[in-house]
Every structure is written in structure tokens, then in C-alpha cells.
């Protein structure tokens, strides 16, 4: 059910992410992305991070990381997002895509995940509590879109690596793919 995506997933992962765009503050971005930019998107994450979506035959969500910030530094630090299909919601789907993604990053050799909420959004900051994230801080009036300013609640979770020197982060695209399918099955029913 889960695996990592493809270019070929794009036009879902569009779908899935267009109306969040359009109608909601979830996503500050104003225009929704093509599926071409969403395409691109996908494979340059990629690159580094994992991009993971939940296939039954219909993409019904997907989680990622990315860069948390750009100074060197950072590098062990990653954002994190899901975004579930509306009519998936409630069934799972985003903690189970969190966990395989967290085990891949892990492995990966990160150390903290990133996530910010614009609030209020009580379905998301329980689906990252639940997924052991907690809440270090918001910041006020941050983003302006359907006409308010919105709040974005920052959470933080620990994926290990603890240690005083930390080994590199190993790119997605140089670690085996053998154990990234291995890490995604252990979900699996």
C-alpha cells in the first residue's frame, strides 16, 4: 500500500493537493501547482528525501520530507508533510505514511522532523501528536490568505541519531533500495 513515488504519480498527488491549495489556509501557496510542477517537485525531492504515497490502485495520500533550512548546519533537520485524499481522511492513511517515512529518514541518518500547522487545523495537530510529535511554538500572524492572517503551530520530532558527530545524511537516491522497500513493509499487514 505504500511505496515511493514515481513522476507517473503526479496527477494524483496534484488532485489530492488542489483543493487544499484553493480553498484552504493549510497550504500557504495561492496558485495550485500543475501537475508538471508537482511532477518536478516530486523528483527533486527525491534527489534526497523520501516522497512516499499510499497506492490501492487510487493514490488516496502522500507524506515527503524536504529541506528544513538551507545553512549547512541544518542538514540533519528535515520538514516533514502528508496530505490525504478528502475522502480517505480518518482511516490511517497519513500516520502509516508517517511512520514508514520516518523509518526511512532514520535510516537515513536525520535527527529531527519538522512540521508547521496553520491553525487552527485540530486534524492535523492530532495526527502529529499521535505521531510523537510535540508543539514548540506558533507563530502569530504569520501568512495571509483567504482573506486573514494566520496562525502556523511548529512541532518537532525526534528520529534518533542522537551522538556528538553525526554522520552525513545519506541521500534517498544512494541508499539501497532494498532496505527502503524493507522499511516501508514493515507496516504491512
Not at 497550504?27 to 497506492?55: C, H, N
Request: hydrophobic share 40%; net charge negative.
Amino acid at each position: 500500500m505504500i511505496r515511493v513515488a514515481t513522476a507517473h504519480d503526479a496527477v494524483a498527488v496534484a488532485e489530492i493537493y488542489a483543493p487544499i491549495v484553493a480553498t484552504t489556509p493549510v497550504s500557504f501557496e495561492e496558485d495550485v501547482p500543475s501537475a508538471d510542477e508537482m511532477r518536478g517537485r516530486i523528483l527533486k525531492t527525491l534527489e534526497t528525501y523520501p516522497w512516499l504515497v499510499w497506492d490501492t490502485g487510487t493514490i488516496g495520500g502522500y507524506a515527503y520530507a524536504t529541506t528544513h533550512r538551507a545553512r549547512p548546519a541544518y542538514r540533519w533537520s528535515v520538514e516533514v508533510s502528508a496530505y490525504v485524499r478528502e475522502d480517505a481522511r480518518g482511516g490511517g492513511i497519513a500516520t502509516s505514511l508517517y511512520s514508514a517515512l520516518f523509518r526511512i529518514l532514520r535510516a537515513q541518518g536525520f535527527h529531527r522532523a519538522f512540521a508547521g500547522i496553520a491553525l487552527p487545523n485540530d486534524a492535523s495537530a492530532a495526527l502529529h501528536s499521535a505521531c510523537g510529535f510535540e508543539p514548540i511554538g506558533i507563530f502569530r500572524d504569520i501568512g495571509y490568505k483567504l482573506g486573514s492572517w494566520h496562525d502556523t503551530q511548529w512541532w518537532q520530532r525526534d528520529l534518533g541519531n542522537d551522538g556528538e558527530a553525526p554522520r552525513e545524511p545519506t541521500p534517498l537516491a544512494r541508499l539501497d533500495g532494498a532496505l527502503v522497500e524493507e522499511l516501508i513493509g514493515l507496516d504491512a499487514p
